[in-house]
């Protein structure tokens, strides 16, 4: 059956030199193509690739929920509540939904939807570029950055997949690498796909990284500072795959790996840690890689915005700010926690990145993380140099370095660094996972999180789709061309 790819149709003017995402949008409605039609030119190869690109700044993933949104929600980064509840641990209610809440159960719903809808695009496009690649586009390179690119793309949201529904401290417990978490979808059809082991995800994940790095190693060289190469931080370039690669080898406890790909960016991206956020305070001379999102500030409003209602927004008190940011009331010699980087009154903080934010950028991945993953990487006083470096860019003094003389000083140190540099970015909550830190949270004592507060459920639509939770038989032979079984039944993983 002929199907009908719906995708968002962008002018491009050439391969290398892209306007913004912003200007894509501003310039060419939605248009319904056959993929068939889509897929006779070059500009329609871009044109899907620019669409998952788009797609990814939809709120139920990156434009809110793997940003500043749910993410940061269960990592309790805000004291606002939504309506309904005055309990910030039911942000936590996975198996039911919670009208007028949180919604939690809804909320991961939708994002386990809109994750593989756009490795759903992006499978397609890999189908066509094998079906009449070679000879649509002639250009090796535009055509290796096309695969490269949608490699990339499949591979980080299957890795963000893998944080959520996967198990806890990987690394750290063998039995957990064996949980069967998720599918690793590399078809673009419905076809039943059978949930694989954390490692064999991971494994996956790698390899499609690893693949295009190699598709996209002609720009090994190319800085990203400046404005010629200013719009490829918009895209999954080679330093950003790069970064994504050392984030991943992080994750999987392969410090060698992860260390290497991390030093290969600091080294060679051409960014540098800057050392001021006024007028900028997303830092976006820091961003390997981040998503343009069209009338950011308009769209996002209703979470961040100046002005006098400043309770009803994405807002902390000063007394949770103060321990977040480990200040004495409002006085920081952090640019972290300054008025460059929040709206402050008496009694709240309002966080300025998507307020003052002229790139419209809503960040996948920064330059500062590869200095914490080089530190995690090694011991002493070679780990303590990358998190000062940050740490001193950022305006805190020598004097207040961090020692860095163990193991468990070494997890403490970035545990603080994680939740003041991505504030509002999404990534807190995943650190805390990845290390296996339950317990009692330091800047919100009356939250206790637990294992089960960090391993997402399977949505009800997969269960019924053919998964079950209990028992050995996950098989539905009526269940439109299923080709494996699957079962989500694993001991559960040790902390």
Same mark, same amino acid.
């Given at each position: 059956m002929k199907k009908t790819l719906y995708i968002l149709i962008v002018a491009l003017t050439t391969v290398f030199s892209f306007t913004s995402c912003s200007d894509w949008l501003?310039?060419?409605?939605?248009?319904?193509?056959?993929?068939?039609?889509?897929?006779?030119?070059?500009?329609?190869?871009?044109s899907s690739l620019a669409g998952l690109y788009i797609t990814m700044t939809d709120e139920t993933t990156y434009g809110k929920n793997l940003s500043f949104g749910l993410v940061e929600q269960l990592a309790q980064m805000y004291d606002k509540l939504p309506e309904g509840t005055t309990d910030p641990a039911s942000v936590y209610i996975y198996d039911r939904e919670t009208s007028g809440a949180f919604n939690t159960k809804g909320v991961l719903a939708n994002l386990w939807l809109g994750q593989y809808h756009v490795i759903a695009n992006a499978n397609n496009l890999l189908r066509w570029l094998d079906l009449n690649g070679d000879v649509v586009i002639t250009n090796d390179s535009t055509r290796n950055m096309i695969r490269g690119e949608a490699l990339a793309i499949r591979a980080y949201l299957h890795f963000d997949l893998l944080r959520g529904w996967g198990p806890m401290n990987y690394a750290g417990n063998t039995k957990a690498q064996s949980m069967k978490c998720i599918p690793y979808r590399t078809v673009a059809d419905k076809s039943k796909q059978p949930l694989l082991p954390a490692k064999e995800v991971v494994e996956k994940i790698i390899k499609d990284l690893e693949d295009a790095k190699n598709l996209l190693s002609y720009e090994k060289e190319t800085s990203l500072d400046g404005n010629q190469n200013r719009d490829r931080r918009?895209?999954?370039?080679?330093?950003?795959? $790069?970064?994504?690669?050392a984030r991943v080898y992080n994750y999987a406890g392969d410090k060698e790996n992860a260390r290497k790909c991390a030093l290969e960016v600091i080294d060679n991206c051409g960014l540098s840690l800057m050392n001021g956020n006024d007028g900028d305070p997303i830092l976006f001379d820091e961003v390997l890689c981040g998503l343009s999102m069209h009338e950011l500030k308009e769209n996002l409003s209703e979470y961040f915005s100046d002005g006098d209602k400043i309770e009803i927004k994405y807002y902390v008190t000063l007394s949770t700010a103060s321990t977040l940011f480990e200040t004495k009331g409002t006085e920081s010699e952090d640019m972290r926690a300054k008025s460059t980087a929040f709206i402050k009154d008496n009694e709240h903080w309002l966080s300025k990145k998507y307020i003052e934010n002229d790139n419209q950028v809503i960040p996948l991945i920064r330059l500062p993380e590869m200095y914490y993953i080089a530190c995690e990487s090694l011991e002493g006083e070679?780990?303590?140099?990358?998190? $000062?470096?940050?740490?001193?860019?950022?305006?805190?003094?020598?004097?207040?370095?961090?020692?860095?003389?163990?193991?468990?000083?070494?997890?403490?140190?970035?545990n603080e660094e994680y939740r003041k540099e991505f504030y509002a970015e999404g990534q807190y909550f995943w650190f805390l996972k990845t290390h296996g830190l339950v317990g009692k949270l330091k800047h919100k004592e009356s939250v206790t999180l637990t294992e089960e507060s960090f391993i997402f459920p399977l949505p009800d639509a997969e269960k019924e789709y053919g998964w079950v939770e209990t028992g050995n038989n996950a098989e539905n032979e009526n269940n439109n061309?299923?080709?494996s079984e699957g079962s989500t039944e694993e001991a559960t993983p040790e902390v």
């Amino acid at each position: 059956m002929k199907k009908t790819l719906y995708i968002l149709i962008v002018a491009l003017t050439t391969v290398f030199s892209f306007t913004s995402c912003s200007d894509w949008l501003d310039e060419v409605p939605k248009t319904d193509v056959p993929a068939v039609q889509l897929f006779e030119t070059e500009n329609g190869f871009m044109s899907s690739l620019a669409g998952l690109y788009i797609t990814m700044t939809d709120e139920t993933t990156y434009g809110k929920n793997l940003s500043f949104g749910l993410v940061e929600q269960l990592a309790q980064m805000y004291d606002k509540l939504p309506e309904g509840t005055t309990d910030p641990a039911s942000v936590y209610i996975y198996d039911r939904e919670t009208s007028g809440a949180f919604n939690t159960k809804g909320v991961l719903a939708n994002l386990w939807l809109g994750q593989y809808h756009v490795i759903a695009n992006a499978n397609n496009l890999l189908r066509w570029l094998d079906l009449n690649g070679d000879v649509v586009i002639t250009n090796d390179s535009t055509r290796n950055m096309i695969r490269g690119e949608a490699l990339a793309i499949r591979a980080y949201l299957h890795f963000d997949l893998l944080r959520g529904w996967g198990p806890m401290n990987y690394a750290g417990n063998t039995k957990a690498q064996s949980m069967k978490c998720i599918p690793y979808r590399t078809v673009a059809d419905k076809s039943k796909q059978p949930l694989l082991p954390a490692k064999e995800v991971v494994e996956k994940i790698i390899k499609d990284l690893e693949d295009a790095k190699n598709l996209l190693s002609y720009e090994k060289e190319t800085s990203l500072d400046g404005n010629q190469n200013r719009d490829r931080r918009f895209r999954f370039n080679y330093h950003a795959i $790069n970064a994504t690669l050392a984030r991943v080898y992080n994750y999987a406890g392969d410090k060698e790996n992860a260390r290497k790909c991390a030093l290969e960016v600091i080294d060679n991206c051409g960014l540098s840690l800057m050392n001021g956020n006024d007028g900028d305070p997303i830092l976006f001379d820091e961003v390997l890689c981040g998503l343009s999102m069209h009338e950011l500030k308009e769209n996002l409003s209703e979470y961040f915005s100046d002005g006098d209602k400043i309770e009803i927004k994405y807002y902390v008190t000063l007394s949770t700010a103060s321990t977040l940011f480990e200040t004495k009331g409002t006085e920081s010699e952090d640019m972290r926690a300054k008025s460059t980087a929040f709206i402050k009154d008496n009694e709240h903080w309002l966080s300025k990145k998507y307020i003052e934010n002229d790139n419209q950028v809503i960040p996948l991945i920064r330059l500062p993380e590869m200095y914490y993953i080089a530190c995690e990487s090694l011991e002493g006083e070679e780990a303590a140099v990358y998190v $000062n470096s940050v740490r001193n860019k950022r305006g805190l003094s020598i004097s207040n370095n961090k020692k860095c003389e163990s193991r468990e000083a070494i997890i403490t140190a970035l545990n603080e660094e994680y939740r003041k540099e991505f504030y509002a970015e999404g990534q807190y909550f995943w650190f805390l996972k990845t290390h296996g830190l339950v317990g009692k949270l330091k800047h919100k004592e009356s939250v206790t999180l637990t294992e089960e507060s960090f391993i997402f459920p399977l949505p009800d639509a997969e269960k019924e789709y053919g998964w079950v939770e209990t028992g050995n038989n996950a098989e539905n032979e009526n269940n439109n061309g299923s080709e494996s079984e699957g079962s989500t039944e694993e001991a559960t993983p040790e902390v």
